[in-house]
C-alpha cells in the first residue's frame, strides 16, 4: 500500500467525509469490474458498488490496519457479490477434472488467439471462457477472476479469502482445469 | 521429468512463478513431449483470454448515480442525523427515553401489584360472604344451597336486575358477579 492511499484510509477512519468520496473515486471502478466479471450484468455489478461502499463505511471500525484497506474492501465485494450470485441463479458445480488428456484436438491454439485477423475465433473462446466460467464453484470463479482477470496476485488474493497461498494456488489450478476442460469438450464436438 | 510432473508445474510455468532450473526442466520436457505441449497450449491461451477479458465500462450517468446514492447512503446520511440532532438535543432525547424507560417499568409494576390485590381481595369478598350466608346470589355447591334454609328466591325484577348488571358487566366470575356498585358494597359489609 502506497502511503497517499495509507494517509487517505487514516484520515477515512478518522471521520473525515472527503476521505471516503476520494477512496469511493479510487476504487469503484476496481469493484465494478470484478462485480461484472463474477455476476456478468451493469445492475448487479452497480448493486455491489454500492453496497460494498456502504459496508466499508459502516463497518470501518472493523479495519484493523490501514494497510489492510485493500484486500478489507475486495473482500467486502467478493462476499457480497457471492451471496448475489447464490441468490441470483443457484449454483451447479462441474466435477473435477480427473480424465486423461483427449490427444485427438489437433488446433494450434495459441496461433489463433495470437493472429490478430482471427477476431471471430477470439471472441468465441471468450464466449466458452465466459460459459465455462459460469459453471465453476463460486470460490474457484473468484480466484481465477482476481487473479487471472483482475490482476490480483496470489498473497492478495489470500489476504482476501483469509486463507492459506496454497488454498488459492490450489483453487485456482483446478478453477483453469475445469475451464479447459469445459474448452476441450466443447471444441472437440465442434471440430 | 515425466509428463505427471511436467503437469503438475504446468500453471506456475504459465504464471512464471518457478525457479531457473525447474522452468528449464519443463521447457525441456514441453519441447519434447506433444501432449504436455498441447496442454501448454490451452493454459496459455486461456491466461491470455482472461487477461483480455475486460468488464465494460459504465457509462457517466450510471457512475453519477451510483456514487450519489453511495454518498446518500453513508456520509451525508451521517451528517443530516448530526445537523437534525444537537449535541444538547441528543442528550436531552437520552434524558427523555431513560424517562419514559421508567414510567413504563412504573406502570408495569403497578397494574401488576393491582391484579395481585385484586384477586386475593375477591377470594376474601367471597369467602366472607360465603361465611355469613348472605342472601346474595353467589357460586355456591348445589349440595349447600339445597340443604340451606337460608335460601332467598330472588324475584323476577331481582333477577332482570342481575341479568341486566351481568349483561353490562361480564360473566359471573369477573364483575358480573356484582351487580352494581351498591350490590358490590353490600356483599363485602
Known amino acids: 500500500m502506497d502511503n497517499s492511499l495509507g494517509e487517505l484510509v487514516q484520515k477515512f477512519l478518522n471521520g473525515d467525509p472527503k476521505a471516503f468520496e476520494v477512496l469511493v473515486e479510487r476504487f469503484r471502478r476496481k469493484i465494478y469490474s470484478l462485480a461484472y466479471q463474477v455476476l456478468g450484468n451493469h445492475l448487479d455489478a452497480d448493486e455491489v458498488v454500492q453496497e460494498t461502499f456502504v459496508r466499508v463505511y459502516r463497518k470501518r471500525e472493523e479495519l484493523k490496519d490501514v494497510k489492510y484497506f485493500s484486500s478489507f474492501i475486495i473482500r467486502v465485494a467478493t462476499n457480497y457479490s457471492i451471496d448475489l450470485l447464490r441468490k441470483r441463479k443457484g449454483h451447479s458445480g462441474i466435477p473435477d477434472d480427473t480424465g486423461t488428456l483427449p490427444g485427438s484436438i489437433q488446433l494450434d491454439l495459441s496461433q489463433r488467439v495470437a493472429t490478430p485477423s482471427d477476431d471471430f475465433e477470439k471472441k468465441r473462446l471468450m464466449e466458452e471462457v465466459t460459459r465455462a466460467l459460469e459453471q465453476l464453484p463460486p470460490r474457484q470463479k473468484l480466484t481465477a477472476i482476481l487473479h487471472d482477470v483482475e490482476g490480483y496476485s496470489k498473497s492478495e488474493i489470500a489476504e482476501v479469502f483469509d486463507c492459506p497461498e496454497a488454498t488459492v494456488r490450489s483453487n485456482l489450478h483446478i478453477a483453469r482445469s475445469k475451464i479447459k476442460k469445459i474448452l476441450k469438450q466443447r471444441f472437440k464436438a465442434k471440430e | 521429468m515425466t509428463c505427471h510432473n511436467a503437469l503438475a508445474l504446468l500453471e506456475d510455468y504459465v504464471d512464471g512463478e518457478l525457479s531457473a532450473e525447474l522452468e528449464a526442466r519443463v521447457r525441456e520436457h514441453l519441447a519434447g513431449c506433444r501432449r504436455c505441449r498441447l496442454e501448454f497450449e490451452w493454459s496459455s491461451v486461456l491466461k491470455e ?58 406502570a408495569s409494576l403497578a397494574i401488576l401489584f393491582s391484579a395481585i390485590l385484586l384477586g386475593s381481595g375477591s377470594q376474601q369478598q367471597l369467602a366472607r360472604v360465603s361465611a355469613s350466608e348472605s342472601p346474595i346470589f353467589v357460586a355456591a355447591p348445589l349440595e349447600d344451597q339445597v340443604t340451606s334454609d337460608n335460601i332467598t328466591v330472588a324475584s323476577d325484577e331481582e333477577n332482570l336486575r342481575r341479568a341486566k348488571g351481568m349483561l353490562l358487566l361480564g360473566p359471573p366470575g369477573s364483575l358480573g358477579r356484582f351487580i352494581s356498585p351498591f350490590d358490590f358494597a353490600r356483599a363485602i359489609n
Do not use: C, H
Open chain 2, 49 to 106: 483470454l482472461l487477461k483480455q477479458k475486460k468488464a465494460p465500462d459504465p457509462d457517466r450517468d450510471r457512475w453519477a448515480e451510483t456514487t450519489n446514492l453511495i454518498y446518500a447512503r453513508t456520509v451525508e446520511q451521517d451528517t443530516n442525523r448530526y445537523r437534525i440532532m444537537s449535541v444538547a438535543e441528543r442528550n436531552s432525547a437520552q434524558r427523555g427515553a431513560f424517562v419514559r424507560s421508567v414510567v413504563s417499568v412504573a
